[in-house]
C-alpha cells in the first residue's frame, strides 16, 4: 500500500509544467476571449452558446485535425482528436495526483478548451479547486471522457470500443511519461505513485480490457493507419496495418 502526501497544489499548477507539454494546465482567463468549456463543447450541437465562436466546437476541432494529418474520414479525424484530448486529461490529473498527492477539480463547466490550437490541447481551469487522488476516476473518466465520447459518437461513426481503446492507450502512455520523468529525476515515490493509481483506473469495466495486460498492447485499434502515411502505433493490436477489403463484383 502506498501512503500519499498530501500537500496543497500551487494556485497556479505551475508544478506540472516541469513534466511536459501534456501535463501543462494554463489558469484563470483566456486571453483569446470566450473559449467553450468542456460542458458546451460536449452539449447537443443546437444548444450552442451565446457568443460562442466556434459553433459547434466538436465537429470544429474534428475538422481541425481532418486537414492537419489529411483524413478523409470523419471517423478517423474523431478517434484522433478525442484521443489527444485523452492525453491531456491523463496526464494532468495522474501527474498532478502523483508529484504532488492531490488533483485539481477538472470540472468540465470550470475547464475552457481551444478547439482552434494545435496539440497537445490547450486547456484552461477558470478556477483551481482540490480533489483528493480517490477521485481520479470521477473526475477524468466520468466527469470528463463519458461526455466526450458520447459528443463524438453523436456526431460521428466511431465506436465505444475504440474510444475507450484510445483513454487506455493514453493512460498507459502518461504512466510511461511519468516514469521515466521519475526516473531521470531521482523521484521514484512519483513513478509508483502515477503505477498504482492507473492500476485502480484500469479496473473499471470501461478500460479493463482496452490493453493486454502483459503487453500493454490495445485491443482495439485507433484507425490512425488510415491516415496517409500513417502506418500503425507502438502499441498497436496490428503488427501491420491491415489490407483494405476486396470489393466485391
Given at each position: 500500500m502506498v501512503l500519499l502526501l498530501f500537500v496543497d497544489l500551487d494556485p497556479q499548477l505551475a508544478a506540472l509544467d516541469a513534466l511536459g507539454?501534456?501535463?501543462?494546465?494554463?489558469?484563470?482567463?483566456?486571453?483569446?476571449?470566450?473559449?467553450?468549456?468542456?460542458?458546451?463543447?460536449?452539449?447537443?450541437?443546437r444548444s450552442e452558446t451565446p457568443g460562442e465562436v466556434y459553433g459547434d466546437p466538436i465537429t470544429f476541432?474534428?475538422?481541425?485535425?481532418?486537414?492537419?494529418?489529411?483524413?478523409?474520414?470523419?471517423?478517423?479525424?474523431?478517434?484522433?482528436?478525442?484521443?489527444?484530448?485523452a492525453a491531456r486529461f491523463w496526464s494532468i490529473a495522474l501527474g498532478?495526483?502523483?508529484?504532488?498527492?492531490?488533483?485539481?477539480?477538472?470540472?468540465?463547466?470550470?475547464l475552457r478548451w481551444d478547439p482552434d490550437a494545435s496539440a497537445p490541447d490547450d486547456l484552461w481551469l477558470t478556477e483551481v479547486r482540490t480533489r483528493p487522488v480517490t477521485d481520479l476516476d470521477s473526475v477524468v473518466r466520468a466527469g470528463l471522457l463519458v461526455p466526450l465520447n458520447a459528443a463524438l459518437r453523436s456526431r460521428h461513426r466511431v465506436s465505444p470500443g475504440l474510444l475507450w481503446g484510445n483513454a487506455g492507450s493514453a493512460l498507459a502512455g502518461t504512466v510511461?511519461?511519468?516514469?521515466?520523468?521519475?526516473?531521470?529525476?531521482?523521484?521514484?515515490?512519483?513513478?509508483?505513485?502515477?503505477?498504482?493509481?492507473?492500476?485502480?483506473?484500469?479496473?473499471?469495466?470501461d478500460l479493463s480490457g482496452t490493453l493486454d495486460p502483459r503487453t500493454l498492447r490495445r485491443r482495439?485499434?485507433?484507425l490512425y493507419y488510415r491516415v496517409p502515411g500513417g502506418g500503425v502505433c507502438g502499441d498497436c493490436?496490428?503488427?501491420?496495418?491491415?489490407?483494405?477489403?476486396p470489393r466485391r463484383t
Open positions: 507539454g501534456f501535463f501543462v494546465l494554463r489558469t484563470g482567463v483566456p486571453p483569446r476571449g470566450p473559449l467553450p468549456t468542456l460542458a458546451s463543447a460536449c452539449a447537443n450541437p476541432r474534428v475538422q481541425n485535425v481532418a486537414e492537419s494529418i489529411r483524413a478523409s474520414e470523419a471517423r478517423v479525424a474523431a478517434s484522433v482528436a478525442q484521443q489527444g484530448l498532478a495526483a502523483a508529484l504532488c498527492g492531490r488533483l485539481p477539480d477538472l470540472d468540465p463547466e470550470l510511461r511519461q511519468l516514469d521515466r520523468w521519475a526516473l531521470a529525476h531521482a523521484r521514484p515515490d512519483v513513478g509508483e505513485r502515477a503505477r498504482t493509481l492507473a492500476g485502480r483506473l484500469f479496473e473499471h469495466p482495439s485499434c485507433c493490436c496490428f503488427d501491420r496495418p491491415p489490407r483494405p477489403a
